[in-house]
């Protein structure tokens, strides 16, 4: 005799806490605003989410504020510390140096990315000076020996010169790290010869 299967129900995924459910939405909103800019659809939002399209507005009024959560999630800075972070100490300082600058190019291009896929209406979010990155300025302490100003200096400037080298609308071609570390150690001038 033959028993028939058991019907099996489908287990419901848990239920995120309303901050957790949030920041899942951001997280797949974020490559969707990339993709398609402000236009960007609840319904491609919730399909990426992997939830029904009402669950977001459970946890955002609007789509004007998933995009808001976006861009400010853009802009937090601990990601980057944490990238700056795990350069290893090991290296030296001029590799060490070009390793943050790789980190620092490539959050230059994704912030502009997402800024110019947003619309100018969220741009005044963008609108806010640069944090110290202490990662970096540890990088420059451990060095000290090596530079002329004071580690934050260095690391303001450092950050400075990769923005400004790397923007898509202030540079033609980004420079490689390694050249822009050897341009910001030792300058554009021919070292004279002394007698």
Known sequence: MTVPALATKTKRAPALAPDQRRAMIVAATLPLL????????SRQIADAAGIAEGTIFRAFADKDEIIAAVVESALDPEPLEAALNA???GLDFEEGLAAAVVIMQQRV?????????????FHEMTRRPMADSD??????EASRARITVEPIVAARLLRALTLSTTHPMLAGEPRSPAELVHLFLHGVAVRSQSC
């Open 135 to 140: 990662a970096l300025v540890r990088r420059f």
């Open 87 to 89: 350069i290893p100490d």
């Open 34 to 41: 990339l993709e398609h800019g402000d236009r960007v659809t």
């Open 109 to 121: 291009i994704d912030m502009w990315r997402l800024v110019s896929s947003v619309g100018t209406r």
